[in-house]
């Protein structure tokens, strides 16, 4: 679907999709015998085929299976893969604290099993995506360590023409859930310290299982929710608990000045039929004062 702009801003440069937390299990077991988590990523991806959007990258920030099985990462393939295939768009994988790094590099990227992070740096036509892996294997919380952020340092030394996005599982952002506190990013500082200075416009994250931005290093953060299960954020935070509702993932539009996250949400529901193709065309057609004149002008 080629892009329209009527206003200020020319179309977007470069378009992402940005889904997280999948968690798929082996043999489509539900997740904690409640969520079909395979299911969830299915319905995700179909959402994503509805925009009509033809994205320049699919970007899965993390917790891709729940136990790190060769068998789930071959069905996450399964799924993926051909959505992937019509839309013409790489998908690019982020590791996850519920990843295991050498089932995860044998069943998706087809290398020998390695313990070595899963980094990666990703050229879209000028827009840089770069993959940290924030997982400690063992542990469910966040680091980035000391070779990881100097091979971050060399990478950014060089800016990209369009700027660079960093997309990692676990957020540099507070979270006002309790135990979200103990699976955090540490040594958040070292990581800001090598982004200061560079050409990284954007950071995308998962781990939290509901949207939420905000800014790390005067950098922004977005946070995708989960396609598996969410948080049901109604309920005090220390009482915060999963739900089957709310799945969602981001589109990411990157502009010359700026980049919009915007969240969709996973559901099919009616749909009003006033705008349209033909809509667009007709308005197309206009200069801009006839276009204000037929759609912004109210009736007396």
Known sequence: MQSVSFGRHAPALRTIVHLSDTHLLAG???????????????????????????????????????????????????????????????????????????????GLFDEPGSLAPLTSVHDLDGLRVVVLDSTVPGWHHGDIDAAQREWLRQVLAQPAPLGTIVALHHPPLPSHIPFFDILELRDQDALAEV???????????????YSTSGTFAGIPVSVASATCYTMNLQRPPTE?????????????????????????????APTGD???????????????????????????
């Open 274 to 300: 006033y705008f349209s193709a033909e809509w667009v065309e007709r308005m197309s057609r206009l200069s801009p004062d006839e276009r204000l004149e037929a759609f912004s002008r109210k009736p007396d």
């Open 240 to 268: 915060v608990n999963g739900m089957d509702a709310g799945q969602s993932f981001h589109l990411v539009h990157v502009y010359d000045d700026t980049i919009t996250h915007t969240v969709v949400p996973v559901v099919e």
């Open 28 to 106: 489509d077991r539900r997740l904690g015998g409640a969520y079909d988590s395979t299911g969830g990523a299915i319905a995700a991806l179909a959402a994503v085929e509805r925009t009509g959007i033809r994205p320049d990258a699919i970007v899965v920030t993390g917790d891709l299976t729940d136990l790190g099985e060769p068998e789930a990462y071959q069905r996450l393939r399964e799924i993926a893969e051909p959505v992937a295939d019509r839309l013409g768009a790489p998908l690019i994988w982020v590791a996850g604290n519920h990843d295991e790094r050498p089932a995860m590099r044998e």
């Open 195 to 209: 982004l200061a200075g560079s050409d990284v416009r954007g950071i995308l994250a998962g781990h939290l299982h």
